[in-house]
């Protein structure tokens, strides 16, 4: 993981640029966007995950887990290989939960998927949807009632907002307070929207920050995780003693019988020796904890996964067509607005003229002239998409005449 911060975010089409903190630039977009709980922004502190140089992941950054130990571990740093040993062994089980402690040994049945109560994952999901509810609620007075004063958000969003810059790039006065406090509005709700399409898009992932992280499965995957850094820990250091060892009972058999040494190297030999018995024991230990852990951790999918998705994807498809028929009733509103605006502009009017692009100015007229300057023989997927929108405008229009 590298810390980076947000430099550059593109509301339009979820593409960003995180600034490390080696100083590269790195590109990423929504895709990549791993943090159901935020979004991203200008500003904002990121851990990314790379591979081979590209970004993989990018979560909001959290500040590194400081661990507490005891005053007697943590203010003498160790100066010898039995020291080291010897705190690997006092701490063996540092982090375990209270219940364990009382008796140094794993209680399986802490961490059961069994634990978790009846109705908890409704509990979890309706947490999670109340700020896509609350954004709902914030904009229903811009809902419309009537199905002829919408635009399918979805098919005209990208259009509507080309049109709505390039319209600014001939009069900049069009941006004034209504409706760039309308397009504000539009891209606040479309960025919640697309944090939770990502989730129904990963349910995966979906499944472990909305329902598993509220579980004791977070402690037995932190456990394990733990487990096996501090297996790593104790290979490095039996490593380490076990050249000790050898290199010691070189030297022991160097020393003459008389020599006032000798019991002193024997007794660290036994002592790195025990030490190095005691490493292998936690070793073990570890081991068997870990062939326990891992089965409870598949438990929780294998118990609540299929049933988490099938109630997540119901309260999704809910939930989000809420949001999206404000985004259809905003869309008509933006529209309409902005071509009455762009209608009143004298240097807009004649631009249009200019350009031969037919009055009543809309995003329909708007839309055959941009169609017109296409070489047709090399459309690309977004061009093409443009001649669907022009046919659903076009059908639109036959409706409300």
């Not at 922004?41 to 959290?62: D, P, Q, T, W």
């Not at 020796?273 to 073990?284: A, E, Q, W």
Request: proline share 2%.
């Amino acid at each position: 993981m590298m810390n980076g911060t947000i430099i550059f975010y593109n509301l339009d089409n979820g593409s960003g640029l995180i600034l490390s903190q080696d100083k590269q630039k790195y590109k990423f977009d929504i895709e990549m966007w791993d943090d159901l709980d935020y979004m991203p922004a200008i500003g904002l502190k990121v851990n990314l995950r790379l591979e081979n140089n590209e970004i993989k992941s990018v979560v909001k950054y959290k500040e590194p887990i400081v661990l507490e130990v005891t005053e007697d571990l943590s203010q003498v740093a160790p100066t010898s290989v039995e020291d080291a040993a010897m705190m690997i062994i006092q701490t063996d089980m540092f982090g375990a939960c209270e219940e364990d402690l009382e008796n140094g040994k794993l209680d399986s049945s802490l961490y059961s998927a069994k634990s978790v109560p009846s109705g908890f994952i409704e509990a979890t999901m309706t947490r999670f949807f109340l700020s896509l509810q609350d954004t709902v609620s914030k904009y229903k007075d811009y809902q419309l009632q009537s199905d002829e004063e919408d635009l399918d958000y979805m098919k005209i969003k990208r259009f509507l907002f080309t049109a709505y810059n390039n319209l600014l790039e001939i009069d900049i006065s069009l941006a004034d307070g209504s409706l760039t406090e309308m397009y504000r509005n539009i891209q606040e709700i479309q960025s919640i929207h697309d944090i939770y399409k990502k989730s129904f898009m990963y349910p995966k992932i979906a499944f472990s920050t909305i329902f598993l992280k509220h579980t004791r499965y977070k402690e037995a995957k932190d456990r394990l995780e733990k487990n096996i850094a501090e297996m790593g820990n104790i290979k490095t250091n039996l490593t380490v003693m076990e050249s000790e060892i050898k290199q010691k009972i070189e030297n022991l058999s160097r020393l003459k019988k008389d020599d006032e040494n000798l019991i002193v190297l024997k007794n660290s030999i036994k002592h790195v020796k025990r030490l190095y018995v005691d490493s292998i024991d936690r070793l073990g230990t570890l081991r068997e904890e870990n062939e326990t852990l891992l089965p409870i951790t598949n438990e929780y999918f294998e118990l609540f996964f299929e049933e988490f998705k099938k109630k997540f994807e119901s309260s999704y498809d809910t939930n989000i067509k809420s949001l999206i028929e404000i985004l259809d009733s905003m869309a008509f509103l933006f529209d309409r607005m902005m071509w009455e605006k762009a209608s009143s502009s004298k240097i807009i009017d004649r631009y249009f003229k200019e350009s031969d692009i037919d009055y009543p100015y809309s995003s329909l007229t708007f839309l055959r002239y941009y169609l017109k300057s296409l070489n047709k023989s090399k459309l690309t997927h977004e061009n093409k998409e443009l001649f669907d929108l022009l046919e659903y405008l076009e059908k639109r229009g036959e409706k409300t005449k």
